[in-house]
């Protein structure tokens, strides 16, 4: 059977999920190939066999963490070249896609970003995309080479498979412009304990409504009572209420749960375009005409001030 | 020396309005309303600073667009960008990722550089990925995804937000790189500016002019195909309620019907 390439996401060998997902949807085109970069590989090898690895091709150098971006793409390239492979799968996050991207252009073949589901296709893998704000859904396909494709998180759910995840050193070379963009210093993001935004079954977004940042702890304590995910929308971040790393829309996070909650946010597109394709929406807002109630599952018209206290109060009633 | 800039500006359907696509599923540019890409006005704004530190620079604002990309051009002329490149051919329509990034990579190295700035994103692609591409065809550093930039001494630094870590970089000159939306407010023209644009050249270019065939862009160069685009579905209503005291709660009834809760 063809083998397909998958790009880990880990942090230290902790594999975040959406390489799970893809590993899920890369064994409906054939026999997944996961490509480990970094430390950890027999830690990620476990869980990456439980859902479908045959193999697992893992590479280990100061290069990547010194330099940009391009150290991956030589690897990736090597792993490329030592299986020659159906398809590469690699998550749709901004560095993934840069990594797909520089890798498609290389091997000559063409290139599907945020793909939101993939199928086996007669003439190769077909590829779902959600594009103008998601109030277009397109299927595209690679006409030339071996298609390339970045898959958005919560695309699939991720499935038990077992295979053997045998680890296989792979051997890399870097070429003359993996140094080119030294990384002089990194500062991790410290961890909110809450789930990752663009993984999280449940996001709780608040925006300009919630009228500054000593407010947003109602957002955090709904979210916490939930179990979710905090987002905001530009205007929160903008207004120095919230980190951008936690804004939603077309330039922040995009996001797929299965409950989005937009408390004081009016609905913008450049909103809508991170959020439109999440399963239920829920909204809070004390204008009626807001955009945002045209997306919704279920509103509520007034204060959240109010209303996300009282939800709060009784979501936790309700849990015990 | 004189700092060369390239700034490669978009010209995108107004994601305000009501965007489509056009029989041959490539986006429709004819029936709706264009603008200068808003993420590349911050590749612009930025441009303008870095030449503002620097003793002699020069910017050169580059699009590969139809007829009405000029506008894009003039908008960032008026900005206070020096001259502008307008690649355009019949050929190039339909013309994917794979291709913007060889055309503009010719047009580049056409106009000569030191720096290229790109936007993140194009607001209706938006696949994100060009500035990486062209990196890699102009075979110098990508220092892409910045919302600070600066450079000094034939080099280039900035500060990139990833997703597990605030990084900060640093590429020698020539280099391509790519600024956010958290770059900072890009400026409005000003009436002088505008009036100032209007004198600036444009230097119009075709696929030959650049050593590039016909094949290899367009839709029958593209190294990809959409083969349906259909509409979402609009939500169906949802139920919406006024808060008279009790809307908390009837939002928990609902999620916990749900089985969200
Ligand atoms: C190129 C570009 C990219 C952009 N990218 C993004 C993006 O990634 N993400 C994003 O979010 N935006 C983005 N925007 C901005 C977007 O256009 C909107 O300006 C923004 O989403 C508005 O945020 P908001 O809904 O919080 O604020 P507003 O539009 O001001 O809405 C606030 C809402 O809160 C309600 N409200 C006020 N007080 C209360 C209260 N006490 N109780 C209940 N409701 C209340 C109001 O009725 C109003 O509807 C982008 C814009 C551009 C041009
Ligand atoms: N047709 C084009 N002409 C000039 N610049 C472009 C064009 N397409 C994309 N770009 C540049 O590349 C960036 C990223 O685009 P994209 O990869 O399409 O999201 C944009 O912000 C622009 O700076």
């Keep these: 059977m063809a083998e397909v390439l998958v790009y880990v996401d880990h942090v230290d060998g902790a594999v975040r999920k959406p390489t799970l997902e893809l590993l899920t949807l890369a064994r409906r085109i054939g026999e997944p190939v996961a490509v480990h970069l970094g430390a950890g590989a027999d830690e990620a090898a476990k869980v990456l066999g439980e859902h479908g690895a045959v193999k697992v091709l893992t590479a280990d150098a100061a290069e990547f963490a010194d330099y940009l971006v391009v150290p991956k793409v030589d690897a990736l390239q090597a792993a490329y070249e030592a299986v020659n492979p159906a398809a590469v799968l690699v998550p749709s996050s901004a560095e993934g896609k840069e990594i797909a991207a520089r890798l498609a252009l290389r091997v000559g073949g063409g290139l599907i970003t945020d793909a939101v589901d993939l199928e086996a296709g007669d003439e190769g893998p077909v590829a779902t995309q959600s594009v103008f704000a998601a109030s277009y859904s397109t299927k595209s396909r690679v006409t030339k080479g071996t298609p390339v494709i970045t898959v958005k998180p919560n695309s699939a759910a991720p499935e038990a498979a077992p295979a053997a995840g045998t680890v296989e050193q792979l051997a890399v070379t870097f070429g003359a412009l993996a140094t080119g963009t030294k990384v002089v210093s990194r500062t991790p993001r410290e961890s909110t304990g809450r789930p990752e935004l663009t993984e999280a079954a449940i996001v709780v977004s608040g925006g300009r409504g919630v009228n500054g940042a000593e407010n947003f702890p109602l957002i955090e304590a709904l979210a916490d009572s939930l179990g979710g995910a905090v987002g905001a929308s530009r205007a929160a971040v903008d207004a120095g209420w919230y980190p951008h790393t936690n804004q939603v829309g077309q330039t922040g996070k995009s996001v797929s749960p299965q409950l989005y909650i937009a408390a004081g946010i009016s609905g913008a597109i450049q909103h809508r375009a991170g959020m439109q394709t999440s399963k239920t929406i829920v909204a809070i807002n004390k204008d009626e005409e807001a955009p945002i109630f045209e997306l919704v599952d279920y509103g509520v018209v007034g204060d959240l001030f109010e209303v996300v206290p009282q939800l709060t109060d009784e979501i936790k009633a309700r849990k015990g | ?261």
């Design chain 2, 1 to 261: 020396m004189s700092l060369r800039i390239v700034v490669c500006v978009k010209y995108v359907p107004d994601a305000t309005g009501d965007r489509h696509f056009a029989e041959d599923l490539t986006v429709d540019r004819d029936d709706v309303d264009g603008l200068l890409s808003e993420l590349d006005e911050y590749a612009v704004e930025q441009a303008l600073q870095i030449a503002d530190e620097a003793d002699d620079a020069e910017i050169t604002v580059l699009t590969v667009g139809p007829e009405d990309a000029k506008d894009a051009l003039r908008k960032a002329l008026s900005m206070g960008a020096h001259k502008a490149v307008h690649v355009e051919d019949d050929d190039l329509h339909g013309t994917d990722v794979m291709g913007t990034s060889l055309v503009l990579a010719k047009a580049v190295e056409h106009v000569g550089y030191d720096l290229v700035v790109c936007g993140m994103a194009s607001t209706d692609g938006g696949m994100g990925v060009l500035p990486a591409l062209l990196a890699e065809r102009l075979g110098v550093p990508q220092v892409s995804l910045l919302s600070q930039v600066a450079v000094e001494d034939g080099k280039v630094t900035g500060r990139r937000d990833g997703d597990a870590a605030t990084e900060q970089l640093e590429a020698a000159l020539p280099a391509v790189v790519s600024v956010t939306d958290q770059s900072g407010e890009a400026r409005y023209p000003s009436f002088k500016g505008i009036m100032a644009a209007k004198k600036k050249p444009v230097e119009s270019l075709d696929l030959s002019d650049l050593g590039i065939e016909a094949d290899e862009v367009g839709l029958d160069g593209a190294w990809t195909k959409v083969d349906s685009a259909a509409e979402r579905p609009a939500r169906t209503a949802g139920t919406i309620v006024k808060d008279e005291g009790e809307g908390g709660k009837q939002l928990a009834e609902f999620l916990a019907g749900q089985k969200f809760v």
